[in-house]
């Protein structure tokens, strides 16, 4: 993998399902892995910052992981909500710069 | 504290007009970003800046980009003259200092449409 890879690009579930999306990145000179939450028209927010490898975040249902040996992080959101409609963001960054991701556009139905 | 803060929010512009963006960063950090998100894209970086010196602007179209950072705080990013294809979301972002990078804080963004 020679760029930073998001899938799905878009998907839509219900209220309260359960979802996941994935990150793919070059595992070579890997410094952090980022995960950002992006609603129109407010910044991004961020959600994690993951350096080692096995890292596990959590911030209220929302939790990621991170596997810097195969060059992947998941994301994952438990009983979803309208309000986590969102584009979600993953970026690496090494030095001085991020590379990002082309987002996970996330609609959540009531 | 203020986040990063950005102007105006939403441009539409004819092509070959001119057009610029400022961007304010937090308060006390030295490095300041311009990205440019493509529909469909994800953000890339045209232009990084510590203090007041432009330290990367490999991805800058220089032929109708321009940037400045004076007295290294506020930046201006201008377009002159816009194409169809520079319709995007320009971001900005701040860093403490470079070695601060992986804490980016970003702004709003500019969604510019031209037509």
């Known amino acids: 993998i020679l760029n930073v890879e998001q899938s799905p690009q878009s998907l839509h579930v219900q209220e309260g399902d359960s979802t996941n999306f994935t990150c793919s990145f070059p595992s070579s000179n890997f410094y952090a892995l980022h995960w950002y939450r992006w609603e129109t028209a407010k910044s991004p927010e961020a959600l994690f910052v993951m350096t080692l490898n096995g890292d596990e975040k959590k911030k209220g249902r929302i939790s990621a992981t991170l596997n810097t040996k195969e060059g992947y992080s998941y994301l994952y959101i438990k009983g979803s909500q309208p309000e986590d409609s969102a584009t979600y963001l993953c970026a690496t960054s090494g030095t001085y710069k991020y590379i990002f991701g082309t987002g996970t556009r996330l609609k959540v139905l009531a | ?115």
């Open chain 2, 1 to 115: 504290e203020a986040g990063v803060v950005q102007s105006p929010r939403y441009k539409i512009i004819e092509k070959k007009q001119p057009v610029a963006f400022w961007c304010n960063p937090i308060s006390g950090h030295n490095t300041l970003y311009w990205y440019r998100q493509n529909l469909g894209q994800g953000p890339e970086l045209l232009i990084r800046y510590e203090n007041e010196e432009a330290v990367d602007d490999s991805q800058l179209p220089k032929d109708r980009f321009s940037a400045e950072r004076l007295k290294g705080v506020d930046s201006t990013l201008k377009i002159q003259p816009a194409e169809l294809g520079d319709s995007a979301v320009y971001l900005c972002a701040s860093s403490l200092d470079p070695s601060r990078a992986y804490e980016q804080y970003f702004g709003p963004g500019t969604r510019l449409t031209v037509t």
